[in-house]
């Protein structure tokens, strides 16, 4: 069921909730930037009826409105949503998981929504400042520059030429070489992100984009006691496995897991080996 929320700078968010029995554990799902919900689809199949699943397009995503503010396009701003999205579903406790810059937006709850946070399955993703690892950092600080420098309306006419240009087979193959996309996911199954760029709108990407760049998690880190586990990818060249290593080596007791062949698509070209990472870590703390 779809349904609408107000975020917490006032935008009206897109909000999808599935329940599950009386009892059963909650999850809520935490998108990457750029990205739409459908990343998680084969996760939420897996635990349909047996969790109630929560998950909102982020601010200036997908069905969401744009940002009203600047606060609002934060990374703790989008921590604010995440638990106004767990008041909206009656949910007190949740397994937060996060995917790419989703996982920045899962750590921020730790710091003012900790109570809220049952666990946290953190795939592919940074805890800090994930553009300085862009191509295993080899532009070094160019990313960063490039993204705070930009106006909007530039912005917003790449995205829509990107969306044109992302329908075309040879981008994607050329993604694919880059290893952006892993060579399983098809240039189908990539259809809805490549269909969505160009509907982002582009003031609220920018400020997501550039408060992630400046973002660090790095002193929550050792304040988690939530059962956690973190996915990396060998092949994630947006996201090294190196920061996952350190990642998961600053969360007490928390799990890693590596699949050397994923890249930053894996959560569609590597599905069955995460969601049966992510099932037994979840049984071996009760959470399913």
């Not at 994630?236 to 050397?260: H, Q, V």
């Not at 959560?267 to 049984?283: K, V």
């Amino acid at each position: 069921m779809t349904e609408r929320f107000r975020g917490s700078d006032g935008t009206m968010l897109s909000f999808r909730l599935e329940r599950a029995p009386a009892g059963s554990p909650a999850f809520l799902f935490v998108n990457g930037l750029a990205c739409p919900s459908f990343y998680w689809d084969s996760m939420r199949e897996a635990f349909r009826g047996r969790a109630t699943l929560v998950s909102f397009d982020l601010k200036g995503h997908g069905a969401s409105g744009a940002a009203r503010t600047r606060a609002g396009a934060t990374i703790e701003g989008c921590a604010r949503d995440a638990a106004l999205a767990l008041d909206e579903a009656g949910v007190e406790r949740a397994v937060v998981f996060g995917f790419s810059m989703g996982c920045q937006v899962a750590l921020e709850m730790s710091r003012h929504h900790a109570a809220r946070v049952g666990g946290y399955v953190l795939a592919l993703g940074a805890y800090e400042r994930p553009f300085g690892t862009l191509l295993h950092g080899k532009f070094g600080p160019l990313p960063k520059a490039l993204i705070g420098a930009a106006p909007a309306p530039l912005v917003g006419a790449s995205m829509k030429l990107g969306k044109t240009a992302m329908k075309l087979p040879v981008f994607h193959k050329l993604a694919q070489r880059t290893s952006m996309v892993g060579h399983q996911t098809s240039h189908a199954q990539m259809a809805p992100f490549y269909a969505h760029m160009g509907d982002i709108d582009a003031t609220t990407w920018l400020g997501l984009a550039r408060s992630a760049a400046e973002h660090s998690a790095a002193d929550l880190l050792a304040s988690v006691r939530a059962p956690s586990l973190v996915i990396t990818g060998g092949r994630d060249t947006l996201t090294p496995p190196s920061i996952g290593r350190a990642m998961a080596a600053g969360i007490p007791s928390a799990e890693y897991l590596e699949i050397a062949s994923a890249t930053h698509t894996g959560l569609l070209d590597e599905s069955t080996a995460i969601i049966g990472a992510t099932h037994r870590f979840l049984a071996r703390h009760d959470f399913v």
